[in-house]
């Protein structure tokens, strides 16, 4: 009877792991997003300063 109740908490064990490997993905891909975004708005910007030559 004891080793079912191994069972029970190593495919809880398993099933937590899926869940944080999810929203370590999910958390991930949000800011790789992020940053291209940013990166996006920074490159379609017009420079407005030209550059001072002495």
Request: glycine share 2%.
């Amino acid at each position: 009877m004891l080793e079912h109740y191994f069972g029970i908490i190593e495919a809880i064990f398993v099933f937590s792991l899926a869940i944080a490997f999810y929203v370590w993905q999910m958390r991930d891909l949000k800011k790789a997003k992020r940053e291209a975004e940013a990166r996006e708005r920074q490159a379609s910007q017009p420079l407005t300063e030209e550059p001072k030559t002495d």
